[in-house]
């Protein structure tokens, strides 16, 4: 048999779980855009964790852990969502055959390193990706991958090595669907606790989250000699900043775009000003990635203490902005 | 970001991929752009593979020299280290170190073996190939 959701769209996305969730929701009739779940989600972060290592480096986040935006979308459209985790491989890909049978869209975490379709210098060790099958043809999944441009295949071996790969974050074959929702618009409520939340975690007390984090980060740069163990470490910051997913600037300009739609749902203009402060933030921290690139090329000398200097430009701008963002829906 | 900022020089870590950034159009509304990638985002993703590529490269030659087993190379060629093998495989950090000494490796069980080749995604008769 080859079941195929018909209806179903696939939509290209900047991140993986924000994509999953918006295609997932829009496909039970939710008016919804990616930014619109990211930031209804409260998703935007920074976290600078250096007591755990990927690689040797340690991890800098500029959003909320996995599965924060998913669980985020519970509340405002009251959706019923349903998780299932397996300890069987075989198993978790019956239960997935036998969902698509019956018609629905279904999203997994996998591992990035075993899906074929992806890049092959892309494919590193991250456990917490998020992708839609939307049916099967013959041996082959078909996969809404959000991160990338057009729909995606991919076989059931390597789709199960995918949801079932270990280590840190392990997907254990989660699968999760849609029973139903409850509500298809966004209300203004939901969008003003959204946005008084993100204020609250960036301007929290904990040193390694939010405005803190980044100017934990700062020093610890500012600390680094100019060795190539350093500059790897400056790409390292780089690459979790643009290259996986993010939409650019660690996601500062998705949660732009998701402050002029709020502003719009809201009514409240000091919103879409507030959207065009973080887009000039965002463009900070894409010449913070820029400079870094350069002296990792050699054709600026390395000087850890200008790129802390940047890092702590970044920590002062968006502490000014959070405040002001507070105050907005105070 | 401008729309016409968003980068498009090409990124070769992406294939034939593009991915989407948000950028502000010409009425002043954040829009996706589909990009080609940037040559900042290529040098960083680069660094992070070529450091890989050195570690299984260097790893190689002290297998070669009889100096290491064929378990580290392919480690480092599976873009893990020890402590990712260790999360992966359920095999202590200091053993799988232990298991690096050639001799030790040869006298393996087939059982652990097996674990490192499940963790690995391979069979074990390939992990016992030098590389």
Known sequence: MNPIATDFQHRHAAHCESGSATNLLTHHGVKLSEAMAFGLSSALSFAYLPFIKLIGFPLIAYRMPPKFIL?????????????????????????????????????????????????????????????????????????SDPVTDQPQRCASADLQRARFAKGALAPKGLLYYLEGVGRTEVSPEAVRSAIRKTARIMLGPIPFIGVRGIRMLANKVAKLDTSEHSLNYVGHIVRMQEEIGTGGAGFRFIYAAFLQEAALITGNAKLAVLSDRLNEIGDGWRDFALKAARMIKGREAFEPKKLAGMLSTQAEGESEFFRALKTAVA | MDVNDVPQEGNRTLGVHRKALYAKDADGKMVIVPSRGSEVD???????????HALAEAARQRVLAGKSAPLEYWMYARRMDVALLSQVSGVWQWRIRRHFNPQRFEQLPPRILARYAEALGMTAAQLKTRP
């Open chain 1, 71 to 143: 669980k985020g979308m519970k509340k405002p459209f009251q959706a019923d969502f349903r998780f299932e985790t397996f300890r069987a491989p075989e198993a978790g890909m019956r239960r997935l055959d036998e969902l698509l049978a019956q018609g629905k869209v279904v999203g997994l975490q996998t591992s990035v390193f075993w899906l074929p379709y992806f890049p092959e210098d892309m494919r590193f060790h991250f456990n917490a990706h998020n992708l839609l099958v939307y049916g099967k043809d013959g041996d082959d999944y078909l996969i």
């Open chain 2, 42 to 52: 290529e040098t960083v993703t680069m660094q992070a593979v070529h450091r890989l």
